[in-house]
């Protein structure tokens, strides 16, 4: 069974940054397009970002500019780099495939606030 570990969030200032970390296990990974997702306290969860398997990115337009999407085949392991946080940032920020969808992780919890 595949397994998503999210973890690199916290409690920053507004305009600090994080840099977000997923790692997989038991899926080639480098075959899959993934994506970074975050859901806010009593909304839906949303994809922020997206890099497929040949390394190109797309980043919503709230975070574009902003956050940047990478991965390490490797390691099995998709980032995150955000940067110029804002409040309404704050969400529980979570990894998967797209084309593939396995079970949720944890999640990684970001809260900017002063």
């Known amino acids: 069974q595949v397994q998503l570990v999210e973890s690199g969030g916290g409690l920053v200032q507004p305009g600090g940054s994080l840099r977000l970390s997923c790692a997989a296990s038991?899926?080639?990974?480098?075959?899959?397009?993934v994506a970074w997702y975050r859901q806010a306290p009593g909304k839906q969860r949303d994809r922020v970002a997206l890099?497929?398997?040949?390394?190109?990115?797309n980043v919503a337009d709230s975070v574009k500019g902003r956050f940047t999407i990478s991965r390490d085949n490797d390691l099995k392991t998709v980032y995150l780099q955000m940067s110029s946080l804002k409040p309404e940032d704050t969400a529980i920020y979570y990894c998967?495939?797209?084309?593939?969808?396995?079970?949720w992780g944890q999640g990684t919890q970001v809260t900017v606030s002063s």
């Open positions: 998967n495939f797209p084309e593939r969808p396995v079970s």
């Open positions: 890099i497929t398997s040949n390394r190109n990115t």
């Open positions: 038991r899926i080639d990974f480098q075959l899959w397009n």
